[in-house]
């Protein structure tokens, strides 16, 4: 099977598990404790979401619009607070142990190096590293040209 089946068919399964996983901390810790757990997953989702996911839900909207995964994976970061935010959201005990993964910061960090193929995390001053093969200097004429003042000097 392909990836696309794969994913599918755990997103599927994925309702059962945590129906199945429910019952089984519910029968250990007693029902009332275990809704309590996953309300305070949901309560949690909604926080992070409403603090950390405000910008990163724009970013998210501008990135899908423009160029898709490949422009998520630039803000790997932020995106994986919002999916944290998210997985809090959806009741159920293994989307929280997945959001509560995410929001450890070295284990977000490495699966964001995972996610851009090993390739160093983007500059977050503005600056762009080109090859000298992939520029070329272009005069614009509304500056004036600095060279004529440098050759007069």
């Known amino acids: 099977m ?76 932020g995106f994986l607070v919002l999916l944290a935010g998210i997985l809090l959201l959806i009741p159920g005990f293994i989307t929280d142990i997945a959001g509560l993964l995410l929001l450890v910061a070295p284990l977000r960090q490495a699966l964001g190096t995972w996610l851009r193929g090993g390739a160093p995390p983007p500059r977050r001053d503005g600056v762009v590293d080109l090859e000298p093969e992939q520029w070329r200097r272009v005069g614009d004429p509304a500056l004036p040209d600095r060279r004529d003042n440098d050759e007069k000097r």
């Open 2 to 77: 392909n990836l696309a089946k794969w994913l599918m068919l755990a997103l599927l399964a994925l309702p059962l598990a945590e129906l199945a996983t429910f019952i089984a901390v519910a029968a250990t810790i007693g029902f009332i404790w275990a809704l309590a757990l996953v309300l305070a997953g949901s309560f949690t989702g909604v926080l992070i979401l409403r603090h950390a996911g405000g910008n990163h839900i724009a970013r998210v909207r501008v990135a899908l619009s423009d160029g898709g995964v490949t422009a998520l994976q630039a803000d790997s970061s």
